[in-house]
Every structure is written in structure tokens, then in C-alpha cells.
């Protein structure tokens, strides 16, 4: 089973960049779509951003197109999400997710990752 923890969260500013690491032990994650989703205070868990486990394409939600990257190392089992020109609305407990299936596209829906990290907190301030 692969336990996930995730740290790199923080306070900032609006317009500022944090850089937020998961890192994966007790099997590898090669193989293995990995995502990243968060939960703001008061809503529903949301897609971000997922890649393929070669880490050749990734996807994102509209809400973070063009701001947010995910990335991987898979011979680190380390998975990674930079975020530039964070905005107050991005405020929210981030969660890294590895797919059920190895292989498998889940797409951006929770029920195809079977493995969470505990979350970590963005702060993004006016």
C-alpha cells in the first residue's frame, strides 16, 4: 500500500508562488496516474491538476490552467504541484491522490484515487 504525505503549504500573499511536495512511500507510484486536489473552507473537494505516471501530460482544471504544474519523479516517488500567481480564492487544504489502478486514467473524479495524504493548508492573503 502507498502512504502519501504532503508538505510545502503555507501563507502568501497574493500573486506570490509556493511549491508543495508529495512524497510517496511503500510501493511506487510509477505506473500510477497521481493528482492533486484540494478543499476549501466550507466546499467540496476539488480537482487540480493530475498526470500521466511517465509524466508526458498532465491536466489541469480551469481554475488553475495556466498558474499551477504538476510534476513528478518517479524514481524518487516524489510528486510535485508549483503554484504561481496565487490568488485568495486558492485558499485551501491541498491533498495529493494516487489513481486505484495502475495504468488507468481516472480522470479528475475522487473515486478513481484510492490513496490520500493528509493535506496541506494554502493561505493566500489580499
Known amino acids: 500500500q502507498v502512504q502519501l504525505v504532503e508538505s510545502g503549504g503555507g501563507s502568501v500573499q497574493a500573486g506570490g508562488s509556493l511549491r508543495l511536495s508529495c512524497a510517496a512511500s511503500?510501493?511506487?507510484?510509477?505506473?500510477?496516474?497521481m493528482a492533486w486536489f484540494r478543499q476549501a473552507p466550507g466546499k467540496e473537494r476539488e480537482f487540480v491538476a493530475r498526470?500521466?505516471?511517465?509524466?508526458?501530460?498532465?491536466y489541469y482544471s480551469d481554475s488553475v490552467k495556466g498558474r499551477f504544474t504538476i510534476s513528478r519523479d518517479n524514481a524518487n516517488n516524489m510528486v510535485y504541484l508549483q503554484m504561481n500567481s496565487l490568488k485568495p480564492e486558492d485558499t485551501a487544504v491541498y491533498y495529493c491522490?494516487?489513481?486505484?489502478?495502475?495504468?488507468?486514467?481516472?480522470?479528475?473524479?475522487?473515486?478513481?484515487?484510492?490513496?490520500w495524504g493528509q493535506g496541506t493548508l494554502v493561505t493566500v492573503s489580499s
Open positions: 491522490a494516487a489513481a486505484k489502478f495502475a495504468s488507468r486514467d481516472p480522470d479528475d473524479a475522487e473515486d478513481g484515487y484510492d490513496r
Open positions: 511503500g510501493r511506487t507510484i510509477s505506473g500510477y496516474f
Open positions: 498526470i500521466v505516471s511517465s509524466g508526458g501530460r498532465s
